[in-house]
């Protein structure tokens, strides 16, 4: 099946359901947020939280944090924020590991308390369900933790096996993807009700970031090498086809759907980003030049908008996703790997 399928093809496979007009309903899918109250820029490099105001992109207020801050994840309400505490490295070279999880309330801009995953090392990828329950990945300890964020205790500790960097749990809450980077070639997929690892897609040159389409039916992982993406079906669990990425040479770094299912963005390290549009899957894909190293995006409620954290040089690129180009740029600390509207 995977050979008979052109990139059209795979392109419509993936996005049909979430196409304009599908009436997604955005409250389904709590790790793709927006909203209109606010801006919060993880700036890993900085070791700073930044709150920055969403019509003109200044900065409002920040607060230190240990090293190195890296992604977030909002309590269903939207009043609080749990950021993992990596440690003072990267990815295979992190010789103080984290072990804390950062609790924001944002209507203080402030930090209130930490949950500690000790003895877990190395917190980074987080992700929420509808309860508000977190699920973190844990490289250095090969575990996706459970995390109780009322009781903030850690309720299940399931093996992954590879050194898992980004997860994606599914809008229901019934699945997480973990992707390996490199030392394991395969996705790990957990079921979250039984809380063990189930199944291992095979992903021959590793995976990078990876992501849940808003309504569930397709996964989304980024392969580690190539230039392509790994369009993964949760209910055979497995990859039904490989999309390559144009006008990039190399394996990129993080996808995103709009909240709205109408677009699929994913970054590039070498400087640009692709966008995918829903309603023209077999439409030729927007390449944008931005910044330096992007990571990570923020989309905002309109769906007209999406920033892009430049990781390498400190800035944040402004998309305008009707006419597919970039606008405008701010400054966003020293180096902002994730970013997100609430």
Same mark, same amino acid.
Request: net charge neutral; charged share 20%.
């Given at each position: 099946?995977?050979?008979?399928?052109?990139? =059209?093809? @795979?392109?419509?496979?993936?996005?049909? @359901?979430?196409?304009?007009? %599908?009436?997604?309903?955005?409250?389904?899918?709590?790790?793709?947020?927006?909203?209109?109250?606010?801006?919060?820029?993880?700036?890993?490099?900085?070791?700073?939280?930044?709150?920055?105001? $969403? %019509?003109? *992109?200044?900065?409002?207020?920040? *607060?230190?944090?240990?090293?190195?801050?890296?992604?977030?994840? *909002?309590? $269903?309400?939207? &009043?609080?924020?749990?950021?993992?505490?990596?440690?003072?490295?990267?990815?295979?070279?992190?010789?103080?590991?984290?072990?804390?999880?950062?609790?924001?309330?944002?209507?203080?801009?402030?930090?209130?308390?930490?949950?500690?995953?000790?003895?877990?090392?190395? $917190?980074?990828?987080?992700?929420?369900?509808?309860?508000?329950?977190?699920?973190?990945?844990?490289?250095?300890?090969?575990?996706?933790?459970?995390?109780?964020?009322?009781?903030? =205790?850690?309720?299940? =500790?399931?093996?992954?096996?590879?050194?898992?960097?980004?997860?994606?749990?599914?809008?229901?809450?019934?699945? =997480?993807?973990?992707?390996?980077?490199?030392?394991?070639?395969?996705?790990?997929?957990?079921?979250?009700?039984?809380?063990?690892?189930?199944?291992?897609?095979?992903?021959?040159?590793?995976?990078?970031?990876?992501?849940?389409?808003?309504?569930?039916?397709?996964?989304?992982?980024?392969?580690?090498?190539?230039?392509?993406?790994?369009?993964?079906?949760?209910? &055979?669990? %497995?990859?039904?086809?490989?999309?390559?990425?144009?006008?990039?040479?190399?394996?990129?770094?993080?996808?995103? *759907?709009?909240?709205?299912?109408?677009?699929?963005?994913?970054?590039?390290?070498?400087?640009?980003?692709?966008?995918?549009?829903?309603?023209?899957?077999?439409?030729?894909?927007?390449?944008?030049?931005?910044?330096?190293?992007?990571?990570?995006?923020?989309?905002?409620?309109?769906?007209?908008?999406?920033?892009?954290?430049?990781?390498?040089?400190?800035?944040?690129?402004?998309?305008?996703?009707?006419?597919?180009?970039?606008?405008?740029?701010?400054?966003?600390?020293?180096?902002?790997?994730?970013?997100?509207?609430?």
């Amino acid at each position: 099946m995977t050979g008979n399928l052109s990139t =059209a093809t @795979a392109l419509a496979l993936v996005l049909v @359901a979430t196409a304009p007009g %599908a009436a997604i309903d955005r409250s389904t899918d709590p790790n793709n947020p927006t909203g209109t109250h606010g801006l919060v820029l993880i700036d890993k490099m900085g070791s700073q939280i930044r709150f920055v105001d $969403p %019509a003109n *992109f200044q900065e409002l207020s920040s *607060f230190e944090t240990e090293k190195a801050p890296h992604d977030l994840a *909002f309590s $269903p309400d939207h &009043k609080t924020l749990y950021i993992p505490i990596y440690g003072d490295g990267i990815y295979g070279r992190n010789p103080h590991p984290g072990h804390l999880i950062a609790i924001v309330d944002l209507a203080s801009r402030q930090m209130t308390g930490t949950i500690d995953v000790s003895p877990y090392q190395a $917190p980074h990828g987080i992700q929420t369900d509808q309860a508000g329950k977190l699920y973190v990945t844990c490289d250095l300890s090969r575990k996706l933790l459970v995390v109780n964020p009322k009781t903030r =205790a850690i309720e299940a =500790a399931i093996d992954t096996e590879g050194t898992g960097h980004w997860s994606a749990v599914l809008p229901n809450g019934s699945k =997480a993807y973990v992707a390996n980077k490199n030392d394991k070639l395969f996705v790990s997929v957990i079921d979250l009700k039984s809380r063990k690892m189930t199944g291992r897609i095979p992903a021959p040159n590793g995976t990078e970031g990876i992501v849940a389409s808003p309504d569930g039916k397709y996964v989304i992982a980024v392969d580690h090498v190539e230039p392509v993406l790994l369009v993964i079906d949760p209910a &055979k669990d %497995a990859v039904l086809v490989r999309i390559p990425l144009e006008g990039n040479p190399r394996g990129a770094f993080k996808p995103r *759907f709009t909240p709205d299912g109408s677009k699929l963005l994913v970054c590039n390290l070498n400087g640009t980003v692709n966008i995918i549009n829903v309603a023209d899957p077999h439409g030729k894909q927007t390449v944008l030049t931005v910044g330096k190293d992007p990571m990570g995006f923020a989309i905002s409620p309109d769906g007209k908008t999406a920033l892009v954290a430049n990781h390498g040089d400190g800035t944040v690129s402004v998309i305008n996703l009707a006419e597919g180009r970039v606008v405008s740029n701010f400054k966003g600390g020293v180096g902002v790997e994730t970013l997100s509207y609430y």
